[in-house]
T-cell receptor, first 115, second 108 residues
Framework: DSGVTQTPKHLITATGQRVTLRCSPR?????VYWYQQSLDQGLQFLIQ???????AKGNILERFSAQQFPDLHSELNLSSLELGDSALYFC??????????????FGPGTRLTVL | GQQVMQIPQYQHVQEGEDFTTYCNSS?????IQWYKQRPGGHPVFLIQ?????EVKKQKRLTFQFGEAKKNSSLHITATQTTDVGTYFC????????FGTGTRLQVFP
C-alpha cells in the first residue's frame, strides 16, 4: 500500500459525459501527479500540482482539467468524453515539487471506461 | 521533446533465465528511476541512480547508469515468476518522463 488513495476504482460512462477522479496523496506529500495509461501503453504524464499550484504540464487535453485543494487532495476532471479516453488514470504523489528528482508513489488507479 | 525509449518491448523467458532491459534517453539525465508494474497493479518505485557509471544491486536485480548518463539497464539474474510485470525507466526534465516499458513474462 503506497498511501496514495484514488476514487473511484472503476468508472463506466458514456461519450459526451463528464467525470471527476479524486486523489489523496500520502501524508506529508505536497506534490500530486496525474498519468494516463491506455491499454498496453506506457505512462503518459498529464499534469503536476505542488502545494495547490500547477507545477508542470504534459500532454493534457483541453477537455481535461485538474486542481489541488488546500487539504492537498486533487481532482482530475474529464469532460466531453470520447471512446479514446478509456484508460487507467493514476495519481502519484511525492514529498517535494521537483518532479524529476523525487520518488513518486502511485495510487491504485481509476479505470475509466467510456461506452 | 525528450524521449525515453526501452528495449525490448516484450520479453518471454523460462524461469531461471536471465533478463535485461535497456533504457535510452535522447538527452543527458540528471538521474534515472526504475519502476515495476505488476499485471493489474500500479507502478512501484524500485531504485534511483544518480552518478555516472553507477551500479546498484537489489538481490537478483542489478541496475546500471551509463557513463554518459543517457542510458541505463536493469538486469535480473535467474528470473522467478514473481518478476513478472512491466519495468519502466523514468528520467527527469521538469517532470518525470517514463520510458515505453518492457513487459516481462516468466514461464515456470
Amino acid at each position: 500500500d503506497s498511501g496514495v488513495t484514488q476514487t473511484p476504482k472503476h468508472l463506466i460512462t458514456a461519450t459526451g459525459q463528464r467525470v471527476t477522479l479524486r486523489c489523496s496523496p500520502r501524508s506529508g506529500d505536497l506534490s500530486v501527479y496525474w498519468y494516463q495509461q491506455s491499454l498496453d501503453q506506457g505512462l503518459q504524464f498529464l499534469i503536476q500540482y505542488y502545494n495547490g499550484e500547477e507545477r508542470a504540464k504534459g500532454n493534457i487535453l483541453e477537455r481535461f482539467s485538474a486542481q489541488q485543494f488546500p487539504d492537498l487532495h486533487s481532482e482530475l476532471n474529464l469532460s466531453s468524453l470520447e471512446l479514446g479516453d478509456s484508460a487507467l488514470y493514476f495519481c502519484a504523489s511525492s514529498v517535494e515539487g521537483s518532479g524529476g528528482l523525487d520518488t513518486q508513489y502511485f495510487g491504485p488507479g481509476t479505470r475509466l471506461t467510456v461506452l | 521533446g525528450q524521449q525515453v525509449m526501452q528495449i525490448p518491448q516484450y520479453q518471454h523467458v523460462q524461469e531461471g533465465e536471465d533478463f535485461t532491459t535497456y533504457c535510452n534517453s535522447s538527452t543527458t539525465l540528471s538521474n534515472i528511476q526504475w519502476y515495476k508494474q505488476r499485471p493489474g497493479g500500479h507502478p512501484v518505485f524500485l531504485i534511483q541512480l544518480v552518478k555516472s557509471g553507477e551500479v546498484k544491486k537489489q538481490k537478483r536485480l542489478t541496475f546500471q547508469f551509463g557513463e554518459a548518463k543517457k542510458n541505463s539497464s536493469l538486469h535480473i539474474t535467474a528470473t522467478q515468476t514473481t518478476d513478472v510485470g512491466t519495468y519502466f525507466c523514468a528520467g527527469p526534465t521538469d517532470k518525470l518522463i517514463f520510458g515505453t516499458g518492457t513487459r516481462l513474462q516468466v514461464f515456470p
